[in-house]
């Protein structure tokens, strides 16, 4: 005896396999675009907090010693000044958390005034990010378009 077979039915069944590992291969090319675009400042905020609440000795930063020159003419303003993540948004209300999750250490920070000008002054910041790829992910995440 024949049985004969519905070709509606095995349409159907071969349109639904191929949704499905249509559907699967766009996840994996999800998955696969979100690896190569990884962004260190999206780590969980837990873990940044641990790190920035470790008691060690960082080394004293001086200007004056530092990487940073300064043209002729800039004296220091005021003191320098130090923060960490319990008081970073103390400096930088409103962007500290992004800081934070990307392994902020310590914020240096000193105003200078120029005394050939009148009523002209800076502030230089000397950020401790722990690499190179948390500064840079910091920096990805506030770059301007422009």
Request: aromatic share 10%; proline share 4%; glycine share 6%.
């Given at each position: ?7 509606n039915t ?22 696969v ?6 962004n ?42 130090t ?13 500290a ?11 240096y ?38």
């Amino acid at each position: 005896m024949s049985r004969k077979v519905n070709t509606n039915t095995g349409q159907k069944q071969t349109f639904i396999s191929i949704a499905i590992l249509g559907v699967l291969a766009v996840i994996a090319g999800g998955i696969v675009f979100v690896q190569f675009n990884y962004n260190p400042a999206l780590k969980p905020v837990s873990s940044a907090l641990t790190v920035g609440h470790q008691k060690e000795k960082t080394p004293a930063v001086s200007f004056e010693n530092s990487l940073i020159s300064f043209p002729p003419g800039q004296t220091p303003l005021g003191a320098l000044e130090t923060f960490d993540a319990a008081n970073l948004s103390d400096k930088i209300d409103g962007k500290a958390e992004l800081y934070l999750t990307a392994g902020f250490n310590r914020l240096y920070s000193q105003r200078f005034e120029d005394k050939t000008v009148n009523n002209v002054w800076m502030e230089a910041f000397i950020y401790d990010m722990q690499s190179n790829q948390n500064a840079f992910s910091v920096f990805s995440a506030q770059r301007r378009e422009d």
